[in-house]
């Protein structure tokens, strides 16, 4: 993949301007490349909640297994997530079961293990089952609660788990 630091860090400045014609430039010269287009769909969130322009990006990009030999790989999941993630904030929540429906395999590989669940969780809160929602954050608690236990000084497994707890009251 090309490197998207430029328009990446103007956009986490809040450059939207400056962040949307560099991810612009970026896929005039690499315009398959997925980890952009994502990075440019949730910018066109974030800017202007421009939901027609992230979907119509990821819209060439279909559902399905981009790794090696038909297995899932990091790309899936960040497929996934972006499109699930434009769902959910676009209160679509048939199209973000769709979304986690599409993805082939019962969980999301690691180091994301546990996401699909969490995600499947959050979507049965939003959608106000707090039945289902409570019974799915508990069965993701102890996936996360292993990996922060395994991983003591690495926050990517920390931030979940804390935020699962706050999810969890």
């Known amino acids: 993949p090309i490197y998207s630091g430029g328009a990446s860090a103007r956009a ?12 612009q430039r970026l896929l005039a010269i690499a315009p398959t490349d997925i980890y ?5 769909a ?14 119509r990006l990821l819209a060439g990009i279909p559902p399905g297994l981009h790794g090696a030999a ?5 790309i899936d999941v960040v497929l996934t997530q972006t499109r699930w993630d434009i769902d959910m904030l676009a209160r679509d929540y048939a199209g973000a079961e769709t979304v986690l429906a599409d993805y082939k395999g019962e969980e999301f590989i690691d180091p994301q293990i546990g996401g699909k669940t969490f995600d499947a969780a959050r ?3 939003a959608r106000g089952d707090i039945e289902s929602a409570r019974a799915l ?3 993701v608690r102890l996936v996360y609660e292993a990996d ?3 991983h003591p000084d690495d926050a990517r497994f920390h931030a979940p788990l804390g935020l699962l707890y706050a999810y969890l009251g």
Not at 12 to 23: N, Q, V
């Open 36 to 40: 952009i287009t994502t990075e440019f």
């Open 42 to 55: 949730t910018v066109s969130i974030s800017q202007a909640r421009d939901f027609a322009t992230a979907r």
């Open 70 to 74: 038909g297995q899932p790989s990091m």
């Open 148 to 150: 922060a236990r395994d």
């Open 123 to 125: 979507l049965a809160l």
């Open 137 to 139: 954050f508990e069965k």
């Open 12 to 23: 986490m400045l809040r450059d939207w301007p400056g962040a949307i014609a560099g991810f």
